[in-house]
Nanobody, 124 residues
Framework: QVQLVESGGGLVQPGGSLRLSCAAS????????MAWFRQAPGKEREFVAA????????DYADSVKGRFTISRDNVKNMVYLQMNSLKPEDTAVYYC?????????????????WGQGTQVTVSS
């Protein structure tokens, strides 16, 4: 059983930065893909970024490319999402997700484990 716990959300002004963290436990993650999704009020959950635990290849949604960076710490079993140049439209609940296959995916239904989410609000 995979457990994922997000942290690091909060209120930030437009143009500011936040770093989200996801603590992963319960498995050996070497063959996993980890991802961040987000869901704004009244909208569907959408893909943000993904990373292969082994090798570190990444994928980003066009809306965050160049502003967000996903990374992982293999020793600490942590996944991070560094978010820079934040915009009001980045406001959402951000979820960490895990997929037990080593192939990057943008589809939420292909991820079997989810955290509880952390709120990010970008507002002046």
């Amino acid at each position: 059983q995979v457990q994922l716990v997000e942290s690091g959300g909060g209120l930030v002004q437009p143009g500011g930065s936040l770093r989200l963290s996801c603590a992963a436990s319960g498995r050996t993650f070497s063959s996993y893909v980890m991802a961040w999704f987000r869901q704004a009020p009244g909208k569907e959950r959408e893909f943000v970024a993904a990373i292969r635990w082994s090798g570190g290849s990444t994928d980003y949604a066009d809306s965050v490319k160049g502003r967000f960076t996903i990374s992982r710490d293999n020793v600490k079993n942590m996944v991070y999402l560094q978010m820079n140049s934040l915009k009001p439209e980045d406001t959402a609940v951000y979820y960490c997700a895990a997929r037990s296959l080593p192939y990057l995916s943008r589809y939420s239904y292909e991820y079997g484990s989810w955290g509880q989410g952390t709120q990010v609000t970008v507002s002046s």
